[in-house]
């Protein structure tokens, strides 16, 4: 088994770290409708949790796709080139990808920032619902690192990638 470096340890921590809400988010469901359907009674705050944890799943299942190379993606023309521009079209893409989530990073900030100006709470419990948005935001900007990570590595050590496109970013000359 090939020895992990630090960033490799962070990136399996990030997945395990969306593996997690996954988990929260079955559980959440889960125990609701048991509770519905056994007690006729339900979370409170239920949806307004739910809703939350979705959200901060998403945002931390784009950091965990986007290093990995993990996510849905079109290779027609990718596939139709030869190595040196899948290479490059690996990087522009990449590029683009840093681009729109840096983007959407600073407009969830100014949500996480509005939400507690505004003191929004949750309907039951009164919960203040900006640390939600907050977790959410930190796998935002978790995606944003692990994403300048990989087009790093895209650029200069396109060995230590190990995703769908490996065998396309080796150097040309072997």
């Known amino acids: ?53 979705l959200g901060i799943l998403i945002f931390w299942g784009i950091a965990a796709t986007s290093y990995r190379g993990g ?9 139709a080139v030869g ?33 507690y100006v505004d003191n929004v709470l949750t309907y039951d419990l009164n919960m203040p619902t900006w640390p939600f948005y907050a977790v959410a935001w930190t796998g935002d900007v978790v995606a944003v690192l692990l994403i300048a990570l990989r087009t790093w590595r895209l650029v200069f050590a396109p060995e230590s990638l190990q995703d769908e496109h490996f065998d396309a970013v080796r150097p040309v000359n072997e």
């Open 83 to 115: 190595p040196r521009a899948k290479r490059a079209l690996d990087v522009f893409a990449t590029l683009v990808l840093l681009f729109v989530v840096l983007v959407q990073t600073v407009m969830l900030f100014d949500k996480v920032v509005q939400t």
């Open 1 to 53: 088994m090939k020895k992990q470096n630090f960033s490799d340890r962070f990136i399996d921590g990030i997945e395990w770290i969306a593996a997690i809400f996954v988990g929260l988010v079955a559980l959440n469901i889960f125990v609701n409708v048991l509770l519905r359907k056994l007690f006729a009674t339900s979370i409170p705050d239920h949806f307004d949790i739910g809703r939350m944890l």
């Open 71 to 79: 996510h849905i993606t079109v290779d027609l023309l990718w596939s």
